[in-house]
């Protein structure tokens, strides 16, 4: 089974994406019969960095969140449980505000969100789950009073807005967020963070032995990606010895001349730390570059 493989990446990616903008705790213990939370958030009250930047998952951050990630989809009998999660969580925090003689805050009142890659029609009448004004679809509220919503990641448009939750998908799903995760800046805030949670839940995959045909095809999706990182990953390295090479010899370069030399192929590079041990000055570097591109 690789289901823990990939509930260990969701509670990973999760918090990694989250962190930034409160306290994340993975794997909290609750009251009661022996439950695990799979990640507890508490927003900061003031928020330094844009949630905005999370689409509809830093909607769900908006407030202090209870996420339970599912792998496959999610069961009748394993909704019920993240519900006594939650239950237990704002019992032990309404224990805590009696001993303090005190309310709770609404927005302390932790909101439940059960993200399911797929969720059947049967299921969601069960729980009497709707659809609410102003939220996308796929995005599921059960009765309001328990605050909990079940995410059908299934159901999601194909906007940037979900991309960070559509990671979380399985098939098709999950193969078409990886090509617009892909085609994000280099310099996002989350681009690098997230293949790099990909390549290690890529690692594990392969190493497992009975693995499915959707895992199987996770890594063949992957594994271009990955090489090409590692090459470029490479590449960058080459290029940053080659430039403090040259700082060193003929003191610091412009600009221009590091644009050029960032442009170079690592053979290019590799060339090029060679032949600057017979460079005397910074013409003869200029020289070599204008061969490149001759």
């Known amino acids: 089974m690789t289901r ?6 969701a509670k990973d990616y999760l918090e990694e994406l989250l962190k930034p ?11 009661g019969e022996v439950r695990e939370i799979d990640v507890l958030f ?4 003031k928020q ?15 407030t202090a969140a209870i996420f339970e990630p599912f792998r496959n989809a999610a069961s009748k009998e394993e909704i019920c449980d993240c519900l006594l999660k939650l239950l237990e969580v704002r019992g032990g925090l309404q224990r805590q505000a009696n001993r303090n003689k005190t309310s709770i805050p609404e927005l302390e009142l932790p909101k439940l969100w059960i993200l399911t890659p797929t969720a059947s029609t049967t299921l969601l009448s069960g729980f009497g789950a709707t659809q609410k004004v102003g939220w996308l679809p796929g995005v599921h509220f059960i009765a309001e009073y328990l605050r909990t919503a079940i995410v059908a990641i299934h159901q999601l448009p194909r906007t940037q807005e979900t991309l960070w939750l559509r990671i979380l998908g399985r098939g098709t799903v999950q193969k078409q967020a990886i090509d617009e995760l892909e085609a994000l800046p280099l310099n996002h805030p989350f681009r690098r963070a997230t293949l790099e949670l990909l390549y290690n839940l890529r690692q594990n995959l392969q ?11 996770l890594i063949m999706r992957l594994q271009p990606l990955y090489q090409q990182d590692r090459e470029q990953a490479v590449q960058q390295g ?10 060193r010899r003929f ?3 412009d600009s221009s001349t590091i ?10 590079l590799e060339a090029l730390g060679e032949a600057l041990l017979d460079f005397s000055d910074i013409s003869d570097l200029e020289a070599w570059l204008n061969q490149q591109i001759e």
């Open 48 to 62: 330094s960095t844009n949630l905005e930047t999370l689409g509809l998952l830093g909607r769900f951050a908006a």
């Open 207 to 217: 190493v497992n032995q009975n693995s499915e045909e959707d895992d199987r095809e």
């Open 259 to 268: 644009e050029r030399v960032q442009g170079l192929s690592i053979e290019q």
């Open 42 to 45: 508490s927003p900061l009250t």
């Open 21 to 31: 903008y409160g306290e994340v705790r993975g794997s909290s213990r609750v009251v």
């Open 251 to 253: 003191g610091e370069i």
């Open 238 to 247: 080459e290029q940053r010895l080659i430039i403090r090479l040259i700082n």
């Open 4 to 9: 823990f493989i990939h509930d260990q990446f």
